[in-house]
């Protein structure tokens, strides 16, 4: 009696362990299906976030690339959200807040320059005028500004105050290296 109660418990088991290896399989499908939905969505939308961002950022996203000599490679606002992110050479995803003040700050001035661009394209051409935009920039940054800085030149007319030398020599520098005329210099005092 007990052999046939041993017997009968041992098969009620292995039918209940045969069920949920059934279940788990159906789990694991359905996994596996929602995974690769997932990969795929998040790659559609990492292609649309570099492709189809607004005029603004792209034009940006170009001056930046060049003002941090490729370190960054992407300037872009993830979709259905109000933030601004960058990235990378190594395809890390940054938040403003999480670069350098030097970076930060070549990426503000990035973002000016690409609606400055934008402005440009649909209404008048206005100049551009600023004070002690490169005060905080090293060297590299400061003469990788002067650049941009040139080349915005060439469709706004762009005035620079500063009181610093250095500045004013990143623009002569900068300016050289383009092959162009050295930008004017007005001093005082």
Not at 18 to 38: F, K, P, S, T
Request: hydrophobic share 40%.
């Amino acid at each position: 009696m007990d052999r046939l109660i041993g017997e009968e418990e041992s098969s009620r088991l292995r039918l209940e362990h045969n069920r949920l290896l059934e279940q788990m399989d159906g789990h694991a499908r359905d996994w596996a299906v929602l995974a690769i939905a997932e990969r795929l969505l998040d790659e559609a939308q990492a292609k649309f976030e570099r492709e189809r961002q607004p005029e603004v950022l792209s034009s940006a996203n170009d001056y930046f690339r060049r003002m941090t000599g490729g370190r960054y490679t992407n300037v872009f606002s993830p979709l259905g959200a109000p933030e601004l992110r960058v990235t990378n050479r190594d395809g890390e995803s940054l938040q403003p807040d999480e670069l350098s003040r030097g970076t930060r700050e070549q990426l503000f001035l990035s973002l000016r320059f690409g609606l400055i661009r934008h402005l440009g394209r649909h209404s008048e051409r206005l100049p551009v005028i600023v004070d002690e935009a490169l005060v905080n920039f090293d060297p590299e940054r400061g003469l990788q500004a002067a650049h941009a800085f040139l080349e915005l030149a060439e469709q706004n007319q762009i005035l620079v105050f500063t009181c610093h030398p250095q500045i004013a020599d990143w623009f002569a520098k900068a300016a050289d290296e383009r092959g162009a005329a050295p930008p004017e210099t007005v001093s005082f005092g």
